[in-house]
């Protein structure tokens, strides 16, 4: 019963560096979302994608990217980490997207970039 | 864009009942969420409303909208400190952000024993 899973768990980065940040599901959705959850602030989406081989840009997207080519995976990469990418990371994906966007969310990536 | 707030923190004694508040700005909205995080992990979907209804009772749940006044309420009954987490209210977008959810800030509610 994995549904939506997620690693690292914990990261810390020097400025500069680049790490890949994993998502897989095994509920096989089509939809798939990176999101940001920084302290007391809701969820910012970073990239989402509606199925394999089709990405989109979200509303906070500079300094990321992401790739599908599976329906199963959905990785985050950054290429030259920011402390502002200091944040909590999390995938998600849905089966329907459109009118009733019900998100199964992984645990999260607890990314620190010092 | 789509603007979701809500109170940042929300304090009751266990037993008493629980409500966090939400207002939202697109008054096209058709579902409205609240999901629930727990310390150390990822959010759950706790329950929606879509937009032609009132109030949906789920349980200990009650969601109540206010359309005219774009506001969005979510009450727990008989509250356990088991329910002490985060609790977000979401809508989702319309137009070229269809599909897309707008996170509020977050509720954190504490239930003192």
């Known amino acids: 019963n994995a549904g939506v899973t997620q690693t690292p768990k914990f990261r810390i980065l020097k400025i500069g560096q680049s790490m890949t940040l994993q998502c897989t599901q095994d509920m096989n959705h089509n939809y798939m979302y990176w999101y940001r959850q920084d302290p007391g602030m809701g969820l910012k989406l970073i990239y989402y994608s509606v199925g394999a081989g089709i990405t989109d840009k979200g509303e906070v997207p500079n300094g990321y990217n992401v790739s599908r080519s599976t329906t199963e995976d959905f990785p985050l990469r950054l290429e030259l980490a920011a402390p502002s990418q200091t944040s909590v990371y999390f995938c998600?994906?849905?089966?329907?997207?459109?009118?009733?966007?019900?998100?199964?969310f992984g645990s999260g990536t607890q990314l620190s970039v010092l | 864009g789509e603007d979701v707030e809500q109170s940042l923190f929300l304090s009751v004694r266990e037993g008493d009942s629980s409500v966090i508040n939400c207002t939202y700005t697109d008054s096209s909205s058709t579902y409205l969420y609240w999901y629930k995080q727990e310390p150390g992990a990822g959010l759950q979907l706790l329950t929606y409303?879509?937009?032609?209804?009132d109030m949906k009772q789920d349980q200990r749940l009650t969601v109540l909208l206010n359309k005219k006044d774009k506001h969005l309420s979510l009450r727990i009954a008989d509250t356990q400190t088991g329910d002490s987490a985060i609790y977000f209210c979401?809508?989702?977008?319309?137009?070229?952000?269809?599909?897309?959810?707008?996170f509020g800030r977050g509720t954190q509610l504490t239930v003192w024993p």
């Open positions: 998600a994906s849905s089966d329907r997207g459109g009118t009733n966007e019900k998100l199964f």
């Open positions: 409303i879509f937009s032609n209804m």
């Open positions: 979401a809508e989702i977008g319309r137009g070229s952000t269809l599909g897309r959810l707008y």
